[in-house]
């Protein structure tokens, strides 16, 4: 076993522990702080898959973004910090029966897929995929407007999240 191979180990372990405490935590500001280490350990594996920029966007989008909005909207509008209701549907075990199907499903997909042995050289030369992705995202055809719309909801996430708060 390589060095990477145990790398990629202990990244994959830490990431499903702290997704499984994630859903498993009695406090929510803790379940948003695992979130913060899992998506982490998302972004430590395309690392080591050599896609900096998508582990920079995970890092800057999912963890600084999203994930610091979740907490703040938690603690702006929570009274309670500890919730005091039921943390396991008595039907879990189907949920977790679905899952794993639906796991195994796209496995099966996945490695019978034609894509599933290319590498990276096997890619059309000559074209950079983040040059086409930032002309993608600026195109008034292509992806500014969801980013717009993305950037107004959460606004307006976060002033309803003040204005629930606010003592009156």
């Not at 990477?4 to 379940?31: D, N």
């Not at 979740?70 to 039907?91: E, H, Y």
């Not at 042995?117 to 993608?136: F, W």
Request: no cysteine; hydrophobic share 65%.
């Amino acid at each position: 076993m390589t060095g990477l191979e145990i790398v990629f180990l202990v990244i994959a372990a830490l990431t499903i522990s702290a997704a499984l405490m994630v859903v498993t935590t009695r406090y929510l500001v803790h379940a948003a702080l695992w979130l913060i280490l899992a998506l982490f350990g998302v972004a430590a594996t395309f690392v080591l898959l050599n896609a900096t920029f998508l582990a920079v966007v995970q890092v800057v989008v999912y963890i600084g973004a999203i994930a610091v909005l979740m907490i703040f909207a938690i603690m702006l509008t929570r009274k309670v910090m500890r919730d005091s209701g039921p943390q396991m549907n008595p039907r879990w075990g189907w949920a977790a029966l679905v899952g794993v199907a639906l796991f195994a499903a796209l496995a099966f997909v996945f490695t019978r897929s034609p894509a599933a042995g290319m590498t990276a050289s096997d890619l059309v030369a000559g074209a950079d995929p983040v040059v086409e992705l930032g002309q993608a995202l600026v195109s008034p055809n292509a992806y500014v407007l969801p980013f717009e719309v993305a950037s107004v909801l959460l606004l307006a996430a976060m002033i309803g999240a003040i204005y629930v708060a606010w003592k009156k």
